[in-house]
C-alpha cells in the first residue's frame, strides 16, 4: 500500500511514473511530476503498464509443446531438458549450429542486458542477431568509423538548438528514438518559442512535420542525395561558424572534393526537392547560431542507411555544430559502459566473421537478421538447427517474416524466453516467460547513452514476484549454469537459479566507477533519489572521450569512401513504380502492446496510406480493400486516401499481422491487420552495414474486388 516511483520502460523516452498501489492493486498510473527528467510528462502507453501486468494472456510459468499441445513443465524440468538438447545438437552439428536474437524489450531490461552475455558466451556460438540490424545499425557503424566507438552516437541537443533538421524521424510518434527525450512537443515548441526553427524531411507529412516550420516530400532511399547536395552548398558557401575540432578532423579534403559533384540541381529528379528548397535549407543551417541534423527510421532502413548517418554525421561536424550545445552531442551517462572498456587499440568489430548461407559480414559480434532465415534453411556444415529468442516477435519484425516462419518450423529446437505466445513463439518448443515489468528493478543503462540531458534514476519493483516465478536474469543465469553441466557430463553441477549474484551488484559498482562515482554516487545514493539524480545539460566531451586509435575524427572512413560509389552508380538506375515505406503509431510502439485494449482504442491503423492522385490512377477507393505486392509476398488492407503522402509512395504501419493461429493474444486479434514485412524483401539491405531496408521496396498496388 503505498506509492511507487519509477519509470517507463515501453519507450526509449524512460518519463518517470508515479504508480499508486493498494491492496496489492494499482490504483493510479500518472507522471511523476518530481522527475529530474521529465517532469510529470507521460505519454498513452505508461498507464497501460498495469494492463500488461494483469494480462490475462500473459505467461507466467514455463511451458512445452507437445504435438499441437502447450503443457506446463517444471523450471529445472526445462532447463534440463533445453540444455540437453542443445549440447546434442552442438554435439553433432557444431557450436554455431545455435543461434540467439534479442529483441527490442532487452533492451529496457537491464538484468538481460547484463547477464544474457553469459549465456552467449556459454554456448559458444557466432550465430547472434537482434534487433540491432532491424532499425539502428547504421547509427553505430558510423560513430564506429568516425569516432571509435559504436556506441558514440551523437544526440541533438534539441533543448539549446536554434535549428533541428530531421529527416525520416517521427519524434512525436516515437517520443524520440536514438534520442531519449521525454515531451519532445514540449521540446519542439521551446525551440519555436526561443525563434528557433524546425524542417523535416520525410515522404510523409508525419505528427512531428505537423508541428515543424516547414515539411519538405523526399523519395524513399533518395535522402542520400539530399544530404550530399546540402554538403555541396555548405562547403561552396559562408559557414557561421568553424569547429573547434577542426584540427583533428581527417579526410575533410575527401569530403570537399566528394561534394562537387552533387550540386542542388544535379540531385532534385532523383529527391524530388527542388534545388532552390535544398540551397534554402542549406543556407539556413550553416547560417544558424546552433543547429543540428538528426536521422532516425527513415535513413536507417533503406539501402544507403550507412552513408546517410555518415553524412549526417559529417555535416554537424563541418558546420561547427559537432560536440557543441545546441548541436550533436555526447552524453557522459552514469554508468559508461564506453569507458569501462578501458584501452585498446580498437572498439567493437566488423566483418571479422561472415554468414554461412549469404555470406554477410559480422558487426560487434552480431550478423544482420536479414539472414536469420536463410542461415536456418542452410543445410550445409555450419547451417542453424536451433534458436533461442528473447523477448522478440521476429516473424513480424523482420523482412520478409513469412519465409522465416516457415524456416522456424523447421529447427530442431526452438526456445523463447518471453511473456506472450505470439506469431513466433508458437513455434518454440519451450517458452520461459520472466516476470512482468513491475516486479522486477531496473537501470536505464542504454537510454541514458542516448538522452539528451545526463541523469540517473533507479526503478524498484513495484510487486514482489509470485512464487514459482523468475526474473529475466534468473532464466539467463539457469539456463547459463544448465548449459555448462550438460557440457561437462555432469561433473559441474549447475548453480541454483536464484544467483546469488544480482543486478545491482553489477549496478553499483558500475555507478561508483563511472564519472560520478568521484562524488559519491552508487545505488544506495540511487534509491535515496526516486525521482533521480540530475547532472545537467550535455557538455563537450570531445577530443578526451574519442576511441580511434590516432585521436582523429574521420570524416571520410574508407568503407564510407567505397561505398559512395554505390550510391554514385545508383544513380544511374530507372525509379520504380510505387514504393513502400513504414509508419508508426504512438499507441503501439511493438507489437506485443496490440494486446492491451485501451492502446487499441479508436479506428482501426492498419491501413495503406496513398495519395489521392494514385488511388485516382489505380481506381482505389477510400475504406476499401487494395492490394499490395512485392517480390516476396502479397497483402490485403483497407485504404485511407490521405494528402499526407507523397505521390508515387504508400505507407502500412509495422508490428500487425496476428492472424496467425497458435497465438494467445485476445486483444491482438480483434485488431489483427497484417504484416508489412510478408511484402518486405529479405534480400534487400544496406550493403555497407547489413541493415534490413524496410523503407523504399518496390510494389505494384491494385484495388481488390469486392465480393
Known amino acids: 500500500m503505498g506509492t511507487v516511483y519509477r519509470s517507463c520502460t515501453l519507450c526509449e523516452a524512460i518519463c518517470g511514473l508515479e504508480i499508486k498501489v493498494e491492496d496489492g492493486v494499482i490504483k493510479g498510473i500518472r507522471g511523476d511530476s518530481a522527475d529530474v527528467f521529465s517532469h510529470g510528462h507521460i505519454c498513452p502507453k505508461g498507464p497501460e503498464l498495469k494492463a500488461i501486468h494483469e494480462d490475462p494472456d500473459r505467461l507466467k510459468f514455463p511451458l512445452k509443446r507437445v504435438g499441437d499441445k502447450w503443457e506446463q513443465v517444471a523450471w529445472e524440468t526445462a532447463f534440463s531438458e533445453i540444455a540437453a538438447r542443445l549440447h546434442v545438437i552442438q554435439t553433432a552439428s557444431g557450436q554455431d549450429s545455435v543461434a540467439y536474437y534479442a529483441g527490442n524489450p532487452n533492451v529496457h531490461n537491464y538484468g538481460s542486458l547484463l547477464f544474457a552475455p553469459r549465456l552467449m558466451k556459454a554456448i559458444k556460438t557466432r550465430n547472434i542477431y537482434s534487433a540491432t540490424s532491424v532499425d539502428q545499425l547504421p547509427h553505430h557503424f558510423a560513430a564506429l568509423k568516425m569516432f571509435g566507438h559504436p556506441l558514440l552516437v551523437p544526440v541533438p541537443d534539441v533543448d539549446r538548438t536554434d535549428y533541428f533538421l530531421i529527416l525520416g524521424a517521427n519524434p512525436m510518434a516515437s517520443n524520440g528514438s536514438m534520442m531519449t527525450a521525454p515531451d519532445m512537443r514540449g521540446r519542439m515548441k521551446g525551440i519555436q518559442k526561443r525563434g528557433g526553427k524546425i524542417v523535416v524531411v520525410d515522404p510523409r507529412k508525419t505528427e512531428t512535420a505537423d508541428l515543424a516550420d516547414e515539411h519538405v516530400f523526399v523519395r524513399p532511399g533518395k535522402d542520400v542525395y539530399f544530404l550530399l547536395s546540402i554538403l555541396h552548398v555548405v562547403l561552396a558557401g559562408e559557414k557561421k561558424k568553424t569547429s573547434r575540432l577542426e584540427s583533428i578532423f581527417q579526410g575533410a579534403d575527401f569530403v570537399r572534393s566528394l561534394v562537387q559533384d552533387y550540386s542542388p540541381e544535379k540531385t532534385q529528379a532523383h529527391t524530388g526537392i527542388s534545388a532552390e528548397t535544398t540551397r534554402r535549407i542549406a543556407t539556413q543551417f550553416a547560417q544558424a547560431k546552433s543547429a543540428v541534423a538528426y536521422g532516425r527510421i527513415g535513413v536507417s532502413t533503406q539501402t544507403f542507411g550507412g552513408l546517410c548517418h555518415w553524412l549526417i554525421n559529417v555535416l554537424n561536424a563541418i558546420t561547427g555544430n559537432l560536440d557543441e550545445p545546441g548541436g550533436a552531442m555526447f552524453s557522459l551517462p552514469a554508468v559508461d559502459t564506453i569507458a569501462a572498456e578501458g584501452k585498446r587499440e580498437s572498439f567493437g568489430s566488423f566483418d571479422s566473421y561472415r554468414s554461412k548461407a549469404r555470406n554477410l559480414p559480422e558487426f560487434g559480434g552480431e550478423l544482420p537478421v536479414s539472414a536469420l532465415a536463410d542461415e536456418i534453411l542452410f543445410q550445409g556444415e555450419g547451417g ?324
Open 384 to 707: 542453424v538447427r536451433a534458436l533461442i529468442t528473447s523477448a522478440g516477435n521476429p516473424v513480424l519484425s523482420t523482412p520478409n517474416g513469412g519465409k522465416l516462419a516457415q524456416a522456424l518450423e523447421s529447427l530442431q529446437l526452438m526456445v523463447s524466453i518471453d511473456i506472450y505466445l505470439n506469431e513466433t513463439t508458437k513455434y518454440a518448443h519451450y517458452i520461459l516467460p520472466p516476470t512482468s515489468p513491475l516486479e522486477h528493478d531496473h537501470y536505464d543503462i542504454v537510454f541514458n547513452m542516448l538522452a539528451v540531458r545526463n541523469t540517473a534514476r533507479y526503478s524498484p519493483p513495484v510487486f514482489d514476484p509470485p512464487a514459482g516465478t523468475m526474473h529475466d536474469w534468473e532464466i539467463f543465469t539457469a539456463l547459463t549454469a544448465a548449459m555448462e553441466e550438460a557440457r561437462s557430463g555432469g561433473a559441474k553441477k549447475a548453480s541454483s537459479a536464484r544467483a546469488k549474484i544480482k543486478p545491482t551488484d553489477f549496478l553499483d559498482r558500475m555507478l561508483k566507477s563511472g564519472p560520478y562515482g568521484s562524488n559519491g554516487l552508487n545505488f544506495q545514493k540511487l534509491v535515496e533519489n526516486p525521482h533521480g539524480v540530475d547532472f545537467g545539460p550535455l557538455v563537450p566531451v570531445l577530443p578526451a572521450r574519442l576511441k580511434t586509435i590516432d585521436g582523429q575524427i574521420d570524416l571520410a572512413p574508407d568503407l564510407m569512401r567505397r561505398d559512395i560509389e554505390r550510391a554514385r552508380e545508383a544513380m544511374k538506375e530507372t525509379p520504380a513504380g510505387m514504393i513502400l515505406i513504414g509508419r508508426r503509431n504512438l499507441r503501439d510502439n511493438n507489437s506485443w502492446m496490440h494486446n492491451i485494449p485501451r492502446l487499441m482504442n479508436g479506428s482501426p491503423r492498419c491501413t495503406l496510406f496513398i495519395h489521392p492522385e494514385d488511388a485516382a490512377k489505380f481506381g482505389i477507393s477510400d475504406g476499401h480493400e487494395a492490394i499490395v505486392r512485392s517480390r516476396v509476398g502479397e497483402i490485403r488492407l483497407p485504404v485511407e486516401i490521405v494528402e499526407e503522402i507523397m505521390p508515387g509512395v504508400v505507407s502500412i504501419p509495422h508490428g500487425y499481422g496476428h492472424k496467425k493461429s497458435g497465438t494467445k493474444m485476445s486483444t491482438a486479434q480483434k485488431h489483427a491487420g497484417v504484416s508489412i514485412n510478408d511484402l518486405t524483401d529479405d534480400s534487400s539491405l544496406d550493403e555497407l552495414t547489413g541493415n534490413a531496408a524496410f523503407n523504399g521496396v518496390p510494389v505494384e498496388i491494385r484495388a481488390a474486388s469486392v465480393s
